[in-house]
């Protein structure tokens, strides 16, 4: 098309040199009229034309007038050629037949050539549409370009982030056709779910387009964190939890107890959250004691004195008799200088030279003869089973023996044998199996009252 432009401008141009040249006498008045009516024209044609707004089909209409005015001007220029061939053989055939024909004819002739010259240059002075702007103005171009396109034209970028814009991979380019569909997977994440998709698009449109997925970290499992006393293992505090995505770093800051010390840590304190649960248990020591020994040692006591829940503590109602012998599990010297040893369990004793003293190790006792000790009493006496109403009541062989029956909640049974003290009392109801005091109601008399009351 710019060819054809240029074309016609350097054929405008020769014809205006070759008229100059051949003018003469007689109608330079005419030719001077002509050219500044012509100059007239071309400025009021290209100030109309500056201030129209024209669209591609009006400047396809205006090229196909122009060039139908030049098909016309050529074949008025070659007829003028043969009607003048005979009396100027020496002059331009062009020049002659432009000044033999009437001025009215030349004007439109000559308008006709600027007006096409005035709109090329107008049409190389637009500023061209973009392809993006170009597809949004035409609908159709959308089916022309799929049409039309043999190569892949448009690209997009597939940014993969987190919440927090952090790149999670490389990003993915795709390439292809406009108005072809986009065939492609979006990547997956361990532990990362989908949460926003931005510039989405099913089809190739743009030349150049991106489309940005972001996804969030799953949640962990929790980390529970306990906090104990090492000696008696009795907790400190309420169990409490921490949690965060998985693959989060965390690190964890052991709770204060007013009175106690910290000693270790069991479990990773720091590390990763993971889809599994964690444990961490803190493990922590009475401030006041200053030293623990485990050694096993013997005291003896000197004088009957009471036991104690621990170091300094309360008393246990326990006496420990003179003269016995007791092996110390753990020693325990308090930051006051006091000394207490541990007889097992709960059971603790001071350190006091004037009431205990270390022996080496337990007395040896010989085991008397049982011939005519009598250790049960026969008994008739009956008792109602108080267990779990609904549930059945173990009976052993013998006390601390082994399960032989059961009886129900409830039943009225006859106690025939007991053995034990006063701490431990164990009976055998009917010759079935035997079973503590604690799960039989002796007061069967006032029972029975209460039941006939009922009636």
Not at 176 to 194: P, Q, S, T, V, W
Not at 422 to 449: C, P, S
Request: glycine content about 6%; hydrophobic content about 30%; proline content about 4%.
């Amino acid at each position: 098309m710019a060819f054809k432009f240029m074309k016609k401008i350097r054929s405008f141009n020769n014809r205006r040199a070759n008229r100059k040249r051949m003018h003469r006498h007689n109608f330079e008045r005419s030719v001077d009229t002509t050219q500044a009516q012509v100059t007239s024209d071309s400025k009021n044609l290209v100030d109309s034309t500056k201030t129209e707004t024209a669209t591609e089909n009006k400047q396809h209409a205006s090229f196909k007038s122009s060039n139908q005015d030049e098909t016309e001007t050529n074949a008025t220029e070659k007829q003028s050629v043969s009607e003048n061939n005979d009396e100027k053989p020496a002059v331009s055939t062009e020049a002659e037949t432009t000044l033999d024909q009437p001025v009215a004819d030349r004007d439109t002739s000559e308008k006709s050539e600027v007006k096409s010259e005035n709109e090329n240059d107008i049409s190389s002075e637009k500023h061209p549409l973009t392809p993006e702007e170009h597809f949004e103005q035409s609908p159709s171009v959308k089916q022309e370009l799929k049409k039309a396109s043999t190569h892949q034209d448009s690209t997009i970028i597939i940014i993969y982030q987190d919440e927090n814009h952090n790149s999670l991979s490389s990003p993915q380019i795709i390439s292809g056709k406009r108005g072809e569909a986009i065939n492609f997977k979006f990547k997956e994440f361990d532990h990362y779910d989908l949460i926003n998709i931005n510039g989405f698009t099913s089809v190739f449109v743009e030349p150049y387009g991106s489309i940005t997925l972001t996804y969030r970290r799953q949640s962990g499992a929790n980390i529970w964190l306990f906090s104990q006393d090492i000696d008696d293992l009795h907790m400190l505090g309420k169990p409490r939890f921490v949690s965060g995505k998985v693959e989060e770093k965390y690190s964890l800051t052991p709770p204060d107890f007013i009175g106690y010390n910290l000693l270790r840590a069991e479990g990773n304190v720091k590390g990763n959250f993971t889809d599994k649960q964690q444990v961490v248990t803190y493990y922590y020591r009475d401030a006041t004691w200053k030293e623990v020994d485990f050694n096993v040692k013997y005291l003896k006591m000197k004088v009957s004195q009471p036991g104690y829940d621990a170091p300094k503590g309360n008393d246990t109602y326990v006496t420990l008799a003179e003269g016995t012998v007791w092996q110390v599990f753990e020693s325990v010297h308090l930051t006051n200088g006091e000394r207490w040893h541990c007889l097992g369990g709960n059971l603790w004793i001071q350190e006091d030279y004037d009431k205990v003293q270390f022996v080496d190790s337990l007395p040896q006792y010989s085991v008397a003869s049982t011939e005519g000790y009598q250790f049960s009493i026969n008994l008739n006496v009956q008792a109602i089973v108080d267990f779990v109403p609904g549930k059945k009541l173990t009976l052993y062989d013998r006390p601390f023996g082994n399960p032989v029956d059961s009886i129900e909640d409830g039943s009225i049974v006859t106690i025939t044998e007991r053995q034990g003290g006063r701490e431990m009392q164990w009976f055998n109801l009917d010759g079935r199996g035997w079973t503590i005091r604690q799960y039989l109601d002796l007061d069967i008399e006032h029972k029975v009252a209460q039941e006939q009351g009922r009636f």
